[in-house]
């Protein structure tokens, strides 16, 4: 069946290194992955998203790479800054046209000052 | 901000009442979502309604429904509630069917007592 799940469940990198967020699905005719951060108390923000023909997008200090052979994502921010702590979900749509997304459990970045 | 508008922000009732969440998506967006994020469980798709119809159905219990309203504004609803009902509570929108960014609001939190 369907998943989407993550590596780690928190994840602590000193401000202003480049930090990691890993990502595996399984199933291979997702065609559509998007990341969402979520802060404490707000609703989940879009970050970037990248279609299954790409395997690099990137963004303002993010970079998601997919990697469909092993079926992995990643979600890469450059120079962490504090307002970068946050839970990140990386989230699959399964085929265009079914717009259900289905969420990863998160990770919990923690940028240390 | 994320143009999309839920109310109310927090909602606190019984077991076995009915709640009501509302949601107003963005300027142009056609498509709503609904979201349940427990503990336990995650992000949780429900339902998505576009342009006054049922597009998509998730894990949604028999005990809830929801609606679009012609001028594009959603309501969920919570009947015969349940102590493990008690969750956040997201609503989305987008614009068009399937492969679009989706917007998140700030969310409902209920706690069902």
């Known amino acids: 069946g369907e998943s989407v799940g993550l590596h780690l469940p928190t994840l602590s990198v000193q401000e202003g290194d480049n930090s990691i967020i890993n990502c595996a699905y399984s199933n291979s005719a997702s065609d559509y992955f998007i990341w969402y951060k979520q802060e404490s108390g707000k609703g989940p923000q879009f970050i970037i998203d990248i279609r299954s023909n790409m395997d690099k997008r990137q963004g303002q200090r993010v970079t998601v790479l997919l990697n469909k052979t092993v079926k992995h994502l990643s979600l890469q921010i450059a120079a962490t800054q504090p307002g970068d702590s946050a839970v990140y979900f990386c989230a699959e749509n399964l085929e265009f046209g079914n717009e259900k997304l289905t969420f990863g459990t998160g990770t919990r970045l923690t940028i240390i000052p | 901000d994320s143009g999309v508008t839920q109310t109310p922000k927090h909602l606190i009732t019984a077991t076995g009442q009915r709640v009501t969440l509302r949601c107003s998506p963005r300027?142009?967006?056609?498509?709503v979502y609904w979201y349940q994020q427990s503990l336990d469980q995650g992000l949780q798709f429900l339902i998505q309604?576009?342009?006054?119809?049922?597009?998509a159905k998730g894990n949604i219990l028999e005990r809830f429904s929801a609606q679009q309203f012609p001028d594009l504004h959603s309501e969920l609803n919570l009947s015969s509630l349940e102590l493990g009902d008690s969750a956040l509570y997201f609503c989305?929108?987008?614009?068009?069917?399937?492969?679009?960014?989706?917007?998140f609001g700030a969310g409902t939190r209920l706690s069902v007592l």
């Open positions: 300027s142009g967006d056609l498509s």
């Open positions: 309604y576009y342009n006054g119809e049922e597009r």
């Open positions: 989305a929108s987008s614009v068009g069917v399937g492969g679009d960014i989706q917007y």
